[in-house]
């Protein structure tokens, strides 16, 4: 599965698989529909309000079939009513937030991408090119990923209760902060989940630098006791 990584504010990436051509083709589809059905109710409203200039006509049902996409993706972090639907969204290659103006030029570059052969040249550079980008995305240097649904790390995994006579390990754990574990938990879940060690590894790392940790315990089960030490010495 291809993916791509994404830089969070602690300076670790976290990777995220790239949304598939058939993602894309129905999130596409599903913004016709949108489209196509938001004309039909616009010019039922004309016509039943009895607007009779041509141009009032062509400029407000040619507005959402021409500004769709571009409109959505801005206000709606990268996303269309069929991205969010398919829980895909448009994402900078380095990892960043995409810009207004990457979203602009990927709806400029759209016309060539959707225009020509009913979009088979947008399928075949996503299917292609090994990023999932389509010619607006080359041009913007955007590409969309997969928003893969966070698993929670169960109760038994990671929290202890006050209750109970665990005996922390590490006491520096009390220096983390609540962005700090969630960040740990997260790159549990990638390894755990996708099978990709390296965010785990980097988290490690940092986190024995921050606290100034010297052990020879496997960065999972270091992670994972640094958690449970966290969650004891934080609910006393």
């Known amino acids: 599965m291809q993916t791509i990584q994404v830089r969070t504010t602690q300076n670790v990436f976290i990777q995220y698989p790239l949304a598939s051509v058939g993602d894309r083709i129905l999130a ?29 006509w062509i400029l407000l049902l040619a507005f959402p079939y021409i500004f769709y996409s571009v409109f ?3 206000f709606m972090n990268g996303q269309t009513l069929g991205k969010h639907l ?11 937030p995409a810009t207004i103006g990457d979203y602009v030029l990927r709806w400029v570059f759209a016309i060539l991408d959707f225009g020509f052969l009913g979009g088979a040249i947008a399928v075949i550079l996503v299917a292609a090119g090994g ?8 041009v913007a240097g955007t590409t969309v990923i ?6 929670e790390i169960t109760a038994e995994q990671v929290f202890v209760t006050a209750e109970t006579e665990y ?15 969630e960040l740990i938990q997260r790159a549990l879940e990638v390894n755990r989940d996708v099978g990709n060690a390296a965010p785990m590894l980097a988290v490690t790392e940092k986190v024995k630098t921050q606290l100034g940790i010297q052990t020879d315990l496997p960065p999972i089960k270091l992670l994972y006791t640094l958690i449970k030490d966290f969650n004891h010495l934080t609910s006393r």
């Open 28 to 56: 596409y589809l599903f913004d016709r529909v949108v489209v196509i059905a938001f004309m039909i109710a616009l010019g039922t409203f004309l016509f039943y309000a009895k607007i009779q200039s041509e141009w009032v």
């Open 72 to 74: 959505f993706e801005i």
């Open 86 to 96: 398919l829980k895909i969204r448009v994402m900078r290659l380095n990892g960043t």
């Open 131 to 138: 990023k999932g980008q389509r010619l607006g995305d080359l």
């Open 146 to 151: 997969k928003l893969v649904e966070q698993k």
């Open 167 to 181: 005996q922390p390990v590490f006491m520096q754990a009390v220096q983390l902060t609540e962005r700090d574990v």
